[in-house]
């Protein structure tokens, strides 16, 4: 879009207020506006004459609303600082928006940004503003703090569905499902982003069944009979990723069953919906579901091709995954951190050494991707299974940071294959300091030593997991229709 913006005469706040906000998803005009309102003088301190002063606070606030609408957001609490040294008097249209972007900021800068904030809606009497308290209670959310949150959301006379859902989220996030189910039904109006926010909560919370059983409920509640409301992508990327991660009989017949209803109601198949039901059937094995739904795509995104070369290499085809991802570097598509786990896991399970050790190198490399303790375990997998348990231990001493569970895993199950009794101790004490409730560890320990045929080491530690009062879980086969 090109607009011709002209300089040679001043031009009013009212006139260059109009063009702010005819303009606003237009960033490169927007500063042209914002330099015209800068050389007419329009953002400076005004007189004390009351129009003049809330035209200022009204070009501040859209250049607020603008910048973070651009590719520069910060830049917003830029220009809310200096509406501050230029004595704008902000009003209740200038926070909702600027505390929301802070909330989208990493922790440290949120709390660092938000804190002044709210203290600044406290100071000019703004906090009865609705949609305020709402930015304030997403804002306490993202940050963990919950008990500001509910503080905050109490002091609300009235909450609108919005900030109720808001409030669900919050308690959703911060591990409180008690007090969100008896705040959802306590909600005298509820939308589909309240229905979810409570399926999400499960899902967040690893309370899977609980989560497709609620999704089950609102499927069958009258609003969404009456077409009042409708589950949309984020109730089904919510509900899959539960049927994804329920152990047991019945995540697969959910997760079939929501594919169906999508189906049948042709329901567009977004990036995320698509990579929701390819993780699902990829994990539960219905491998030929997941190709056809991928095949069946229109619109793929990068997490759409890590899910399918996951499932591929975590079901025994690890050649068709790395004929992928080479598929997908054609495609023009960058790999992510991700796609690095997955074709590196198939390497891993193909045995393929120096096509695994290749890709690790190439990552920090060739697509600038850091390797995070996920890649050092799956490079430690890879040469484990190739039996090169002192090179695998060599590695770890190597790297940037202090190995955990995901990396030292790995190594103690190699132990146990080939058999390195003392290697397989030591790295089993290390696992035992960090997850000294993991029955696995014990048993595998167990294990090693029995493999050697040295039968009273192993019976002290299945010993000394009965003494720390650890069981074993119960292994379970599960036969889902396919």
């Not at 991802?325 to 790999?335: A, S």
Request: with cysteine; net charge positive.
């Amino acid at each position: 879009m090109t607009v011709k913006l002209q300089h040679s005469y001043p031009q009013s706040p009212e006139l260059l207020l109009r063009k702010l906000q005819g303009l606003i998803k237009h960033p490169r005009q927007v500063k042209q506006v914002h330099s015209l309102l800068i050389t007419n003088g329009h953002l400076l301190p005004s007189s004390n004459a009351s129009n003049l002063k809330w035209m200022a606070t009204l070009l501040y606030n859209c250049l607020i609303r603008a910048y973070l609408n651009s590719e520069e957001p910060h830049k917003a609490l830029l220009i809310y600082t200096h509406m501050l040294a230029h004595q704008a008097p902000p009003n209740n249209l200038t926070f909702p928006s600027i505390i929301k972007k802070a909330a989208t900021c990493s922790h440290s800068i949120a709390f660092m940004i938000g804190t002044p904030l709210h203290t600044h809606v406290i100071k000019l009497g703004l906090l009865r503003d609705l949609f305020t308290q709402t930015s304030l209670v997403v804002l306490y959310a993202r940050l963990g703090n919950l008990s500001d949150a509910c503080h905050v959301f109490e002091e609300i006379a009235q909450p609108c569905v919005v900030s109720s859902n808001a409030m669900l989220d919050a308690l959703g996030k911060n591990g409180d499902m008690e007090s969100a189910l008896l705040l959802f039904d306590s909600m005298p109006e509820r939308d589909v982003v309240s229905w979810t926010s409570i399926i999400n909560g499960f899902g967040r919370n690893r309370r899977f069944g609980e989560a497709i059983q609620f999704f089950v409920k609102m499927m069958g509640h009258e609003d969404v009979r009456s077409c009042l409301v409708k589950p949309n992508e984020a109730t089904f990327v919510s509900v899959l990723f539960s049927c994804s991660n329920l152990d047991g009989v019945g995540a697969l017949h959910y997760g079939k069953h929501i594919h169906g209803y999508i189906i049948r109601n042709e329901v567009e198949l977004t990036v995320f919906m698509g990579t929701a039901l390819i993780a699902l059937y990829g994990k539960m094995g219905c491998l030929e579901n997941a190709i056809k739904t991928f095949d069946g795509m229109v619109v793929k995104g990068v997490c759409t091709w890590n899910a399918m070369i996951s499932s591929l290499a975590c079901n025994g085809r690890e050649k068709q995954a790395l004929d992928l991802f080479e598929k997908m570097k054609m495609q023009g598509l960058r790999p992510d951190e991700v796609t690095f786990i997955a074709v590196i896991t198939a390497c891993a399970r193909s045995n393929s050494l120096e096509l695994g050790l290749g890709f690790f190198q190439s990552m920090r490399r060739d697509f600038r991707v850091v390797p995070r303790m996920e890649h050092y375990g799956c490079v430690v997998d890879l040469l484990g299974r190739a039996g090169l348990l002192e090179e695998a231990a060599e590695f770890i001493r190597r790297m940037p940071f202090d190995p955990n569970a995901t990396v030292l895993g790995p190594l103690l199950g190699a132990c146990k294959v080939h058999g390195a009794i003392e290697l397989g101790n030591e790295v089993g004490r290390r696992l035992l300091e960090l997850q000294p409730h993991h029955c696995g560890r014990y048993v595998t320990l167990s294990n090693i030593y029995a493999g050697g045929e040295v039968w009273s080491h192993a019976a002290d530690w299945r010993k000394a997991m009965i003494e720390a009062g650890i069981s074993k879980i119960p292994a379970y086969s599960m036969i889902d229709a396919m």
